[in-house]
């Protein structure tokens, strides 16, 4: 029997589902039509980016799951109606576009690009680099992120400390956890990546008491989410020099209002949320792997653990 899978997310990236959704579905055997639009009661499953149409699951009474295309479910893992399993977005696209966003910014720093890209001209200003080795970087939240970001950095030479919310053990990286880990992660951060999810837990992890921990002039690269950040704090460290540059995806508000300081600011970089974007290619294969699993009673991949919120 064919399957009814409902696609509630937003109208710029349709025709690329459109296209590669149902090739992946017929790879893995399933029989479904995807849609978006259905009675509510037919749809089978979910397919969910945030999106401001669907906030009211309790009509879905027969669908199996939600499946994220995003890899941050803040939008809709706290949402009470949600009572089916949620699964969140982990691909190889993900992983290897962040990868590519985080390596370069920190190499920007590592390197101090911006003394030549901007610097004087006529001027022979000979300041030799630090070599990766001798460069502390840390970064917060080892999930499928973070560690392939750290691994990655670690791959380069650099000396890499990460910190996440249970205790691990990575070669070639130095795992810390828990608050006191968090203050042993910063005292030697002089540049710090955050790749932590958007939580109760995780809301100002860098405000003034943690900014004030990192090495005078540190540098911050933020993919994660805008609140991991207190703004006023960040703002009043980057003055004093206390913090030396932030590149910042990710804001509070999207798109960052345009009266933001953070826009004007000499020691800011924003980028518009681009740093890794959910691929449709790679994502339709996890999306239909996990419909395999569904219909066949397998265990769902990447479900979301509701009570921590990621
Ligand atoms: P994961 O869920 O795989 O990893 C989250 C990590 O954060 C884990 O290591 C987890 O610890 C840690 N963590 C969570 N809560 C805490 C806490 N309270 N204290 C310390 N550590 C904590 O997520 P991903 O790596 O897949 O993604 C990370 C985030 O990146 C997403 O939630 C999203 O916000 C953002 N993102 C941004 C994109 C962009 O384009 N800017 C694109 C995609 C994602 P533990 O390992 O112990 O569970
Ligand atoms: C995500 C994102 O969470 O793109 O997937 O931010």
Known sequence: MSL????SAPDRIWPDYEAALPKALA??????????EASPETVDYIVYAPNDELTDFTPFTHAKAVLSLWAGV?????????????????DDGL??????YVVGHVMRYHLGMDRH????KGVWDHLTPPLAKDRPVTVLGLGELGQACA????GLG?????W?????EIEGLTCVSGPEGLKKALATAEIAVLLLPNTPATENTLNAETLALMPKGACIVNPGRGTLIDDEALLVALDSGQIGHATLDVFRVEPLPTDHPYWSHPHVTVTPHIAAETRANTASEVIAENIRRSEAGEPLLHLVDRTAGY
């Open 164 to 168: 996440s919310r249970r205790p691990k």
């Open 158 to 162: 650099f000396k890499v400390t990460g």
């Open 74 to 90: 803040e939008r809709i893992a706290p949402n009470k109606t949600l009572t089916q399993p949620l699964c969140r977005m982990v």
């Open 95 to 100: 992983a290897l576009g962040m990868r590519d």
């Open 27 to 36: 790879a893995a055997g399933i029989e479904a039509e995807l849609t978006r």
């Open 117 to 120: 890209i901007h610097g004087l």
């Open 151 to 154: 691994l990655a950095l670690a």
């Open 4 to 7: 009814t899978l409902l696609f």
